[in-house]
């Protein structure tokens, strides 16, 4: 990572770090509160961590049913990279080349991955009101 890399690491709101193409190198880990077998890998995230860019990876088996339905308090994009993954309230499979835009509160899932998944997950928080 180059200097200019690790600096913005640290930056502002909103302000991803600059990065020509590279290989990532940070490490897969399970992120807060996820279900087991739940792994993610950060690209790329501003100072306060609410606009990220993740690689996130569900090992085969993947059941997130005891966290029921979700909602977040951002927004999430999510593009299905490969693998699949069945959503149990809406009874349908999404695979390689699904994407979703779920404002916040949104809810959706529990989900579960009989073959496992790997997804890419951008968040960003909502616009502020009042302006």
Known sequence: MSEA?????????????????HLP???????????AGVSEQILATDGSGTHTTALVRWEPGTDTSP???VRHDGWEEVYLLEG??????????????????????????????????????????KAPTGR
Request: proline share 12%; aromatic share 10%.
């Open 25 to 35: 190198s940070a490490p897969w880990q399970r992120p807060p509160g996820a279900a």
């Open 5 to 21: 890399g690790r600096t913005a690491m640290g930056g502002t709101a909103g302000a991803k770090p600059e990065y020509e193409f």
């Open 84 to 125: 699949s993954m069945r959503d149990l309230t809406l009874g349908e499979t999404f695979s390689r080349g699904f994407y979703a835009c779920r404002p916040p509160g949104m809810p959706h899932g529990p989900w579960v991955s009989e073959e496992g998944v790997t997804m890419l997950v951008i968040t960003y928080p």
């Open 67 to 69: 966290s029921g339905v």
